[in-house]
């Protein structure tokens, strides 16, 4: 398995490497650590080199931006030797090796991760600077709507008992990206009792109020959320026996409402470590805007990490 790290000597990024150990991924994976130095957000003000008039005054600004530059590198380096200490000490097995890159950081991870042809991009939910985020947009959002490898966003573990096994949810919609989803969980390497929840949230609609107005309207929508319910059932039957035959507890939630919350509030009441959910190709801008529903909401407010699962043969597309 290939595993892209984008490491930028955070404490976020510390704790996405730490999440590795409760990411299930093989002993023969092959990691490349990307250093990402940002000269762009991290450089002097540009408001001072429009200031400077003179070429002496442009000169020294000149130089200025240089020293930056190798200032940037130079710490881009340490960070990437640390990372690749970090991640060689806790999977000794594995085949790491840390590259630094320089560029805009989540444009670069989607860049690397597809002429690299990653299976899997992990990044911290925050970066160095949450304001930078603010204006920039968060480096992991970027990174899950764009990348065409699967994206693991990971923070630090809340539970008290650090050498618990996993607790692992899995949003299931009936959708071939959530079989994804319990598949890519399946393929996983897992310690003994480690748990997992498939969540299946039923969000259909009253159709009472147009039954009389709309009759062929209704019944379209009361068929599509039949049909729906209809694979969402067979598929947690399907997860179910799939997960606990390769050494996995697995129990079943049903709920009805809106599919984000539910989730996000069983990984609260669960104390998740990680969940897994789907999510198809987009091909547009707006496309990816609507990816905000629930895996770019999930991302956004979980309290464990996310991992967000697309299909290995996307990467090829």
């Known amino acids: 398995m290939r595993v892209l790290i984008g490491y930028d000597g955070s404490e976020h990024s510390d704790a996405a490497i730490d999440d590795l150990k409760l990411a299930g991924l093989p002993r023969d994976s092959e990691v490349l650590i990307a250093s990402v130095g940002d000269l762009l957000m991290s450089g002097p003000e540009l408001s001072e080199a429009i200031k400077q008039t003179l070429p002496r005054d442009v000169a020294d600004w000149l130089k200025k931006t240089q020293t930056h530059a ?24 594995w085949e790491v090796r840390a590259d630094v890159m320089i ?6 991870l989607i860049d690397v991760a597809m002429k690299w042809n990653a299976d899997l991009v992990v990044v911290g939910s925050q970066g160095r600077s949450a304001l930078k985020q603010f204006f920039l947009g968060s480096v992991s959002k970027r990174v899950v709507t764009d990348s065409h490898a699967s994206v693991r966003v990971a923070r630090p573990r809340r539970r008290s008992d650090v050498d618990a096994p996993p607790r692992i949810i899995i949003g299931v919609d009936g959708s071939p990206a959530a079989e ?6 399946g393929q996983r390497v897992w ?6 929840l498939l969540v299946a949230v039923d969000e259909s609609t009253p159709t009472t109020q147009i039954v009389s107005r709309l009759p062929q309207a209704t019944a379209m929508i009361n068929d599509y959320f039949q049909n729906r319910a209809s694979r969402v059932s067979t598929m947690l039957e399907w997860g179910t026996k799939e997960l606990n035959d390769i050494g996995l507890n697995t129990s079943v939630a049903t709920e009805k409402g809106d599919a984000t919350k ?13 969940i897994f959910v789907g999510t198809r190709d987009f091909k547009s801008a707006f496309d990816r805007f609507r990816l905000g529903s629930v895996s770019t909401a999930i991302v956004t407010k979980a309290h464990c990490s996310v991992e967000v699962v697309r299909p290995s043969d996307e990467k090829q597309e």
């Open 70 to 93: 190798e200032r940037v590198t130079q710490e881009s380096q340490e960070a990437a030797s640390r990372a690749k200490e970090r991640v060689k000490k806790l999977f000794p097995e």
């Open 103 to 108: 560029g805009t950081p989540a444009w670069v």
């Open 180 to 185: 994804q989803a319990i598949y890519a969980v």
């Open 262 to 274: 539910i989730l996000l509030a069983k990984a609260e009441e669960w104390n998740a470590d990680s």
């Open 191 to 196: 310690p003994a009792g480690t748990e997992t």
